[in-house]
Each structure stands twice: as structure tokens, then as C-alpha cells.
């Protein structure tokens, strides 16, 4: 922590040459997304994509789920997804899964998370659509880009699947339905891999594919 305490004493000294760009910042934001992801501290929206501040609007939680509309009374997904259509005007959203998931491989695993009650209520909003890729009846190697050769899907298939599925609960909005159908909104699936840096991106066969920049 004193680490993380002595860089916040000195940021404005680190960003004394761009004081004019974070005085802007004051005046509003300027979107270029909505990054849906998970808290995993090692995915990080704005060195993945290079962007600046005022740039991403982020929603994080543990494996960046999204409660389908109108299921689950008031939720912090739901009041952010709704401020960046409405207010912030955003015409892109992300939803970023990733590989090394601890929430994906919880769900993978079948673990006991009885000690953790509140983490396993979260998970049970995801379980249910998982649970074809989970139990191994339906072909999950379509939305994998890898197999770690043993029986039941890899960890890759699981967070990718919950991306899939994660767009759909985005699109079970009604704000997100309309701007879909006027074509003022763009959704985006996309899979983070932490060990190389890697971004697999949703494309519209169901394959997550590396493009290239």
C-alpha cells in the first residue's frame, strides 16, 4: 500500500506536462466504449487499448456479468449501462472476458462456495446459460480458440461461452434493443489473454479470432 500511496502523492508531478489535457477532463468525458470486464486486477482496459482518460466508461465486476434486464431489481450494471446510453451517449460496447478467470474457473470446477455466499448468489446469475458448455451437451469448440486435450470444456471455453452470453443479457435492454434496430449502437465481444497479451475478438460466425492491427 505505501507504494501505491507514495505514486498518488506524486501523480500531479508524473502528469505536470499533460495539465492541460486533465484540465479538459473537467469540461466532460469523451467516450469511445463501455468496457464490460471482470475486477481481475491483471485486465486492464486502458493498457489494453491504449486509451486516455475520459476515454472508457468501465463496468468491472467478478466475471464481467450483466444481470438480464428487469430479473433482479436495482444493480450497479444495470445503472451504469443505462447513464452511458442515455446520458453519455456512448455507440459501443465491449464485454471483455479472460482467460485465468477465477470467477469462469469457480463455475468450471463445480467449487463449494458456501464460505462465500455472496460470490456464489453473483456466479448463479452466469450458471444457468453455462450450463450447456459446464455439462459437455452442446459443442463449445466453435467459441474456443484452444483445448488443453482433457474431457469437458477448457477454461477458455467457459469465458468465452459467458462473453456470448453476457452480449445477450446487454441486448435483453430495451435502450440497448433500440439503438441495435436505429443502428446508433455497436456490441463487441472480445477475450483477453493474460499470459501474452492477446485480444480475441467476437466475430460474426461465433469464432473468437486474433485480428490483425
Same mark, same amino acid.
Given at each position: *500500500?505505501?507504494?501505491?500511496?507514495?505514486?498518488?502523492?506524486?501523480?500531479?508531478?508524473?502528469?505536470?506536462?499533460?495539465?492541460g489535457a486533465y484540465q479538459k477532463l473537467a469540461?466532460?468525458?469523451y467516450l469511445e466504449a463501455l468496457f464490460i470486464t471482470c475486477s481481475d486486477s491483471r485486465v486492464i482496459p486502458a493498457l489494453i487499448t491504449d486509451a486516455r482518460p475520459g476515454e472508457i466508461f468501465e463496468l468491472?465486476? #467478478?466475471?464481467?456479468?450483466?444481470?438480464?434486464?428487469?430479473?433482479?431489481?436495482?444493480?450497479?450494471?444495470?445503472?451504469?449501462?443505462?447513464y452511458a446510453l442515455e446520458v453519455l451517449g456512448v455507440q459501443d460496447?465491449?464485454?471483455?472476458?479472460?482467460?485465468?478467470?477465477?470467477? *469462469?474457473?469457480a463455475l468450471k470446477s463445480g467449487d463449494d462456495l458456501t464460505r462465500l455466499p455472496?460470490?456464489?448468489a453473483w456466479l448463479a446469475l452466469a450458471r444457468p446459460e453455462l450450463a450447456p458448455v459446464l455439462t459437455g451437451t452442446?459443442?463449445?469448440?466453435?467459441?474456443? %480458440?484452444?483445448?488443453?486435450?482433457s474431457d469437458g470444456p477448457s477454461l477458455a471455453d467457459v469465458a468465452q461461452r459467458n462473453v456470448v452470453n453476457q452480449? #445477450?443479457?446487454?441486448?435483453?435492454?430495451?435502450?440497448?434493443?433500440?439503438?441495435?434496430?436505429?443502428?446508433?449502437?455497436?456490441? %463487441?465481444?472480445w477475450y483477453y489473454e493474460v499470459d501474452t497479451g492477446r485480444v480475441y475478438e467476437l466475430d460474426d460466425d461465433g %469464432?473468437?479470432?486474433?485480428?490483425a492491427g
Open positions: *500500500m505505501k507504494a501505491l500511496l507514495d505514486r498518488a502523492r506524486t501523480f500531479t508531478q508524473r502528469v505536470e506536462g499533460e495539465i469540461e466532460g468525458q468491472r465486476n #467478478a466475471g464481467n456479468i450483466v444481470p438480464p434486464y428487469g430479473q433482479h431489481g436495482a444493480s450497479g450494471e444495470a445503472a451504469t449501462l443505462e460496447v465491449v464485454v471483455c472476458g479472460h482467460s485465468h478467470c477465477g470467477a *469462469m474457473g455472496g460470490v456464489d452442446s459443442d463449445s469448440s466453435g467459441n474456443s %480458440h484452444s483445448s488443453d486435450g452480449l #445477450a443479457a446487454v441486448r435483453s435492454y430495451p435502450s440497448v434493443r433500440q439503438r441495435l434496430e436505429d443502428g446508433r449502437l455497436r456490441l %463487441h465481444g %469464432h473468437f479470432r486474433v485480428h
